[in-house]
Every structure is written in C-alpha cells, then in structure tokens.
C-alpha cells in the first residue's frame, strides 16, 4: 500500500464500526471475506485510543483472516483535536516502511487517513501469540540488548536513505512541538509539584534551562548522519515472546534522525537505575557493534558516550513532562522518575554546554 490517504469513510468514535466496515477493510489483505459480527473490549484511551476487537465471519474469503484484531486511532475529539498528526504518522509508517523493517513487530492488516484528521492502524491481535509488554525501568538487561541489536539492524536498513529522508520531511515536528508544549513555563509549575519535582528540577534546572538544552540537542542531532527511527524507544513500548524475544509497538513518531537518539531512550527508560548504572556503557558497545555489522559508520564509545548524554535532556522532558492523560498516576511517575535519575547522572545540560547561570 502506497499513499493511505481514503475516500473509504474510516470511523471517529468506536460505536461507528460496522461489520460491513471490517469487511471492506479486510479485503485488501483477505479478497472476499465477509464479517458478520464482533466484540468488542479492552478499550484504552490515552493520546491515542484503541480496543481488541473479536471478529465473526460469514465467509472467510481467500486466506485466514484473524479470529480478532487490535484497532488504533483517534476516537475521541480532544485526540482529533490534539494528537491527529501523531495518529496520522503511525498509519503513514505503517504503509510505507513497515515491510522493510527487520524488527519484531506487529503486523499490520489495514492503515489509512482521511481528511477528518483521522489515522487509523488495524494491526494484529498480539494476545493471540501471546506477548508480554514491557513498562518503565522494568526491562532486564539481556532485553534491553536484544532490542538494541534489532534496532541497529533497522537502522542499518535504512541507513542515509535519501529516499526514505525526503518522504519522512516533517515527520520529526510533533515530538519537537509537543515537547515544546510540555515544558512551556505554566506546565512546568505543575510538573515541580509531582512526587518527582525536586528531581526534574536537579536534572535540568528551569523550563528556560531545558528549552535552551533541547534546542541544542536537537541542532546537533539534525547535523548527525540519519536513518529510519522508531522515535519513541521507552519500555512501554515494547512486548516480550513466550521464548523471549523483544519487539516494538506504537510507531506514532517515526522520523529521520540520528540513531543514537533511538539507543540512548531506551537505555534511559527501559531499565532500572541501578542497571542502567550498572550496565549503560557495556550496552551502548552492544548496539554500535551491531551497528557497525549492519553497515553504519557510527561514532567510537566516547563519542557516542557524549551523544547518549545529550539525549538524556529529551529523555527527562518525554519521561517526566507527560500530561495526565498520557496514562495511568503510576506509570507517570515511575517514568518521570526513572528518567530524572538517568539526567542527573549523565547531566545533559553541561554535554551540550548549556550553563546554570
């Protein structure tokens, strides 16, 4: 599938899909299936909103088309309002690039966009293999390293594709944009007052101080070779095989960037920090030897060491800024405590020659 634009009406709210909807969205993977019923449950609703849906099939058509399905999109209007572009950058990924990355992740049966801001994912049921997912600074070691090694060999796919660069112009403004929004000087007052505030300000001084850091990283980052990313590498984001192999969800800001920007969060998010402590630099020789195998030319373990600090100021503002609807009180701040402590340890401000003052 090439261009997810769709004159097929796709639904904004989960009470608008039909049997007849699944039908049609079937049959360009499944040519002749029918859908005569479904149940629907599991319903989760964040930036993003998305429920399992169980399928009955009057005729299954050519193919085995899947007992259940897993639906992603904006289904409620402050998603349609706030997030569109995000919903609309995972169906783009979907479409385009997911066939070529060598990565464990889930497949994908139907993707499109419309003119309404909708974006909407259909991917496979994971539960039917089944998977564990992963979550904030819970990720062992061993995972962490098998993920960073599917990682570089995505980004070695993909590696100065000029190509894939020129589709992908745009793509990295909703994390630069969000980011921004998250650390304006009113969200910043309410971030001081969570059960991490005193940490996030240790970490990266004021909103002025992370604003001024950001901007330079992302500079320096622009000017770096690039490939395909993930874009958003935190352990929440990953699931986990009955025989232990890692893989990816959520490709909602997929960009062209450089790839130490993917490695760095997920060292910083997935593992504890006394593994993180423990481990971090063993892990980043890890992915730059399987970076180097995937035919990247990447920095030595000094310099990266020096990239992967400056990327702990992103880290602290994607893992300690989150809005309240990003998800459960606990997840939140879990994750803004995993990440402050990763940017006190590796002071990003001082990496990229931001001063206190």
């Known amino acids: ?9 796709l639904p904004h709210s989960f009470d608008e899909f039909t049997p007849e909807w699944f039908s049609k969205a079937l049959s360009t993977r499944f040519p002749g299936v029918q859908v005569s019923g479904f149940r629907r449950s599991g319903e989760r609703v ?7 849906f169980e399928l009955d099939y009057a005729s299954k058509g050519t193919g085995e088309p899947p007992p259940s399905v897993y639906i992603k999109g904006g289904f409620t209007e402050a998603q349609l309002k706030r997030y569109w572009v995000v ?6 990924f979907y479409a385009e690039f997911a066939e070529r990355v060598p990565m464990n992740i889930p497949r994908c049966l139907f993707s ?32 962490v390293a098998d993920l960073l090694e599917q990682l570089a060999t995505m980004h070695g796919a993909f590696w100065l594709d000029e190509k894939m660069k020129a589709f992908t112009v745009g793509w990295e403004r909703p994390e630069r944009d969000f980011s921004g929004y998250m650390i304006r000087d009113k969200h910043w007052d309410h971030l001081v007052t969570r059960v991490y505030g005193e940490q996030l300000i240790e970490a990266v001084g004021s909103a002025e101080l992370a604003r001024e850091a950001l901007a330079r990283m992302w500079a320096l980052n622009d000017a770096a070779p690039f490939t395909l990313l993930h874009g958003d590498t ?10 232990g192999r890692g893989g990816f969800a959520d490709f909602q800001l997929s960009f062209c960037g450089t790839p130490l920007y993917d490695m760095s969060w997920l060292i910083m998010s997935g593992l504890s920090i ?8 063993n892990l980043i020789k890890t992915y730059l030897k399987a970076g180097a195998a995937a035919g990247m030319e990447l920095p030595d373990l000094d310099a990266a060491w020096l990239v992967h600090r400056q990327q702990a100021v992103r880290a602290v503002l994607d893992g300690a800024c989150n809005p309240i609807e990003a998800g459960t009180l606990e997840m939140i701040n879990r994750a803004g405590i995993v990440t402050c402590a990763a ?9 990229l020659g931001v001063s206190r003052g």
């Open 274 to 281: 006394e593994d993180r402590r423990a481990e971090e630099r």
């Open 46 to 52: 964040g930036t993003s909103a998305s429920a399992r």
């Open 1 to 9: 599938m090439t261009g997810v634009e769709t004159e097929m009406e």
């Open 343 to 351: 940017a006190i340890d590796l002071d990003p401000l001082e990496a």
């Open 234 to 243: 935190h352990g929440y984001n990953t699931f986990f095989e009955t025989d």
């Open 112 to 143: 499109a966009t419309d003119e309404r801001r909708q974006g909407l994912t259909m991917l496979e049921d994971l539960a039917l293999r089944p998977v564990e997912f992963g979550d904030w600074g819970r990720l062992s070691v061993d995972q």
């Open 87 to 92: 919903l609309q950058r995972e169906a783009l």
